[in-house]
């Protein structure tokens, strides 16, 4: 069975750290671009970070640049969120997926973990 399992998330106060991971089981991320994605309640999923097949290329979020860092993992079948300077408007449902490529739009995703919720607040 294809599976992705978010972990890593939490609560938090504003300016502090988190790291996401994103496992997968039945199959190998190596041939697969990552994608991480968010929702907040009321609010569309929005597309947060991607990383491709070769972890050759990366592309961030206006909202998150400089604070948010994608990764592989040395590790088999992991990627990586790393997370700083959490604010407030970062709280979400925190989900990864994976595609052939990176896609801005969530449809374009064939496998999804079931998200991890992340909470900055004081």
């Known amino acids: 069975q294809l599976q992705l399992v978010e972990s890593g998330g939490g609560l938090v106060q504003p300016g502090g750290s988190l790291r996401l991971s994103c496992a997968a089981s039945g199959f190998t991320l190596d041939y697969y671009a990552i994608g991480w994605f968010r929702q907040a309640p009321g609010k569309e999923r929005e597309g947060v970070s991607c990383i491709s097949s070769s972890g050759g290329s990366t592309n961030y979020a206006d909202s998150v640049k400089g604070r948010f860092t994608i990764s592989r993992g040395n590790a088999k079948n992991t990627v990586y969120l790393q997370m700083n300077s959490l604010k407030p408007e970062d709280t979400a449902v925190y989900y990864c997926?994976?595609?052939?490529?990176?896609?801005?739009?969530?449809?374009?995703?064939?496998?999804w973990g079931q998200g991890t919720q992340v909470t900055v607040s004081s």
């Open positions: 997926a994976a595609a052939a490529v990176c896609w801005v739009e969530p449809r374009r995703y064939d496998y």
